[in-house]
């Protein structure tokens, strides 16, 4: 799996957009960009992946660079309750195995 | 009702006891997984199955030995428990061919 970079930590105001921001430059043109996020000490939870075209689903929006070297998670309108380490992750389909979690973006939304 | 609970979601032990912790999922998936997690870290993979018939060693397999009763069952022992697994535990399902993964709540224990 390609290695993912994100900052450590974000601030976002509650009712605004969220955008975090993952670089992969190493993607190979089968992999994958997934995103988990885990709220404190509860189990990861799938929100979105997306392999080139943007993505959107009822949690939030995957937007790929054309040259897939980054992407943004974008959670539309942030509540106290997005707060939350979020995991980018890119893997090939099939490669089912372990997913590597790094290190995340811990996001806190802030009244 | 949730897709895949853990049990117990707790559970105090000490040192030198077996321990099993247990999953089950309803979501009709074939592949499990059991992972650990310690504070600050990422998750860790001990074992995984991808049917009942199929059990493979994953990063962190020394100590700990898995059964899969069935499709939807997927246990977790730690034949003799120490300090040092003490631990948050993940079960997870997922569907062949894709990789989201479905989480269950997770389990605590501490090995005194």
């Known amino acids: 799996d390609a290695k993912t970079t994100q900052p450590t930590s974000m601030d976002c105001a509650e009712g605004r957009a969220a955008n975090l921001p993952c670089n992969h430059s190493?993607?190979?043109?089968?992999?994958?960009v997934y995103w988990y996020r885990q709220i404190h000490s509860q189990g990861p939870q799938y929100i979105i992946h997306g392999l080139k075209n943007n993505e959107t689903n009822e949690m939030a929006s995957l937007i790929i660079t054309e040259d897939r070297k980054s992407s943004t998670l974008i959670l539309p309108h942030a509540t106290l309750r997005d707060t939350a380490v979020y995991y980018c992750?890119?893997?090939?389909?099939?490669?089912?195995?372990?997913?590597?979690f790094g290190s995340g973006t811990q996001l806190t939304v802030l009244p | 009702d949730a897709d895949v609970t853990q049990t117990p979601r707790n559970r105090i032990t000490k040192t030198g006891k077996r321990i099993m912790l247990e999953c089950s999922q309803t979501?009709?998936?074939?592949?499990m997984y059991w992972y650990r997690q310690d504070p600050g870290l990422g998750l860790r993979l001990i074992y995984y199955s991808f049917d009942v018939k199929d059990i493979n060693k994953g990063e962190i397999s020394d100590g700990y030995s898995v059964s899969r009763q069935a499709q939807a069952k997927f246990s977790l022992s730690l034949e003799s428990a120490i300090p040092n697994q003490t631990a948050l535990y993940f079960c997870?399902?997922?569907?062949?061919?894709?990789?989201?993964?479905?989480f269950g709540p997770g389990t605590r224990l501490t090995v005194l």
């Open positions: 190493t993607i190979s043109g089968n992999e994958y």
């Open positions: 979501k009709g998936h074939d592949r």
């Open positions: 992750i890119a893997r090939r389909v099939g490669s089912a195995r372990q997913l590597t």
């Open positions: 997870a399902t997922s569907g062949v061919g894709n990789n989201e993964q479905f």
